[in-house]
């Protein structure tokens, strides 16, 4: 499995692209205008290019330049986040916004001066994070169970981007944050009173967030009733229940799907995985979840047969945060969850997501290659000899 395991990572990922290419063109010619039809297929198909370019080069880069450059990335992205905030600073002065975007009720776009295409700094922020933490506990191995150096100083780093995520009211992509970032404590051996604490205070900010947004607030107390909210904050997950039980076990078949005509919002984007369930029924639903589960264990094998601390902490951040977002995305949709506004990795519509994704993928090859795969007796001894002396 552990030599296989990046040759099955790729074909799943494959697989989950050219699946969500598929249902895009079966969603997307209803959510456009009219002479439109099919745009954003072309657009995401020009994504999923700049994509898989994004990946090559993840995959051929060391993925030691990622620690020596670890503050200048972290930097990058907070940078990037606040960027975000431009769009409030403009219609306060006055001035039409450079480089911020509002768009869906919050602005955390940014303009890229390529044409309508808009950068989501927040995709790229989380890696940026993952990559942060594992430098931090491999600079302070041995220290990682002191409250300073296991709680305190990697706290904050955790804050810095979940804060500027949090900022954007975008509770989704925050929470998901936080909880990578305290498995990436919880690997590299943070105390559990530490978790236990970073857990609660984490839980209390999203509390607040939420109490402090009615309309959020709603949308957590919709799941207990949603009948009730139908016609209003639970309106895309109705719907979402409703598209899942119209496709049964076999599904009306691509292209046959009823809720994509303008009954489910954002059905090419975070609500993807019900025209799923609709179009190819309980077995397409299904194998989508299995893929996902395949593509957790490859990214698991790969990171437990990682040469060095750091080749572990940030194979296991990546595969933990591919298959979080995926399993939150299938949660909000099947109703499990509030509505967070999520994507599904490699499946929904949007260009940041894919290519976040990708380079996810690509530092996994990258892990993949420069790890030793031999008999479990001899692991030890060859990491031992090999043993990467990080530059701190």
């Given at each position: ?90 219609k306060l002065a006055g001035y039409e916004p450079l480089i911020g975007v509002w768009k869906g009720g919050a602005a955390r776009w940014l303009k890229t001066g390529l044409g309508d295409m808009q950068l989501q700094p927040s995709e790229f922020a989380k890696i940026a994070l993952i990559i942060a933490l594992a430098g931090w506990f491999v600079a302070h191995e041995g220290k990682e169970r002191t409250f300073r150096h296991g709680l305190l100083l990697p706290g904050l780093i ?235």
């Amino acid at each position: 499995m552990a030599r296989r395991s990046v040759f099955i990572l790729l074909a799943a990922v494959l697989l989950l692209t050219g699946l969500g290419i598929t249902m895009l063109a079966s969603t997307s010619v209803y959510s456009v205008k009219a002479g439109e039809d099919y745009v954003t297929v072309w657009k995401q198909c020009v994504s999923a290019g700049v994509a898989l370019l994004a990946g090559l080069i993840a995959a051929l880069v060391d993925y030691h330049v990622w620690h020596r450059l670890r503050w200048w990335i972290y930097g990058l992205a907070c940078a990037g986040l606040a960027l975000c905030f431009e769009w409030h600073l403009a219609k306060l002065a006055g001035y039409e916004p450079l480089i911020g975007v509002w768009k869906g009720g919050a602005a955390r776009w940014l303009k890229t001066g390529l044409g309508d295409m808009q950068l989501q700094p927040s995709e790229f922020a989380k890696i940026a994070l993952i990559i942060a933490l594992a430098g931090w506990f491999v600079a302070h191995e041995g220290k990682e169970r002191t409250f300073r150096h296991g709680l305190l100083l990697p706290g904050l780093i955790l804050g810095g981007v979940t804060g500027l995520i949090g900022l954007e009211v975008d509770l989704g992509n925050g929470s998901l944050a936080i909880a990578v970032g305290m498995g990436i404590l919880f690997v590299a051996g943070t105390r559990a009173r530490y978790l236990t604490i970073l857990g609660g205070l984490g839980g209390a900010l999203l509390a607040a967030g939420i109490w402090l947004a009615p309309k959020r607030f709603e949308r957590v107390i919709a799941i207990f009733d949603l009948e009730k909210y139908k016609d209003g904050v639970g309106l895309q997950q109705w719907i979402s229940w409703l598209a899942f039980g119209s496709g049964g076990l076999d599904g009306r078949g691509l292209g046959e799907g009823r809720m994509k005509h303008s009954y489910l919002p954002e059905a090419h984007t975070d609500f993807i995985f019900p025209m799923i369930g609709e179009e190819i029924g309980l077995w397409g639903s299904l194998g989508t979840l299995l893929i996902f589960v395949v593509i957790a264990l490859c990214g698991m094998s790969i990171a437990m047969h990682a040469p060095d601390r750091f080749g572990r902490l940030l194979g296991f951040g990546l595969t933990l945060l591919i298959s979080l977002e995926a399993l939150l995305n299938m949660g909000v949709t099947t109703v499990l969850l509030p509505n967070k506004g999520l994507p599904m990795p490699f499946v929904s519509y949007g260009g940041s997501s894919l290519v976040a994704a990708m380079v996810a993928v690509g530092i996994l090859v990258n892990i993949h290659c420069r790890s030793t795969h031999s008999a479990r007796d001899q692991l030890p001894l060859i990491r031992r000899d090999k043993r990467w002396t990080p530059q701190i």
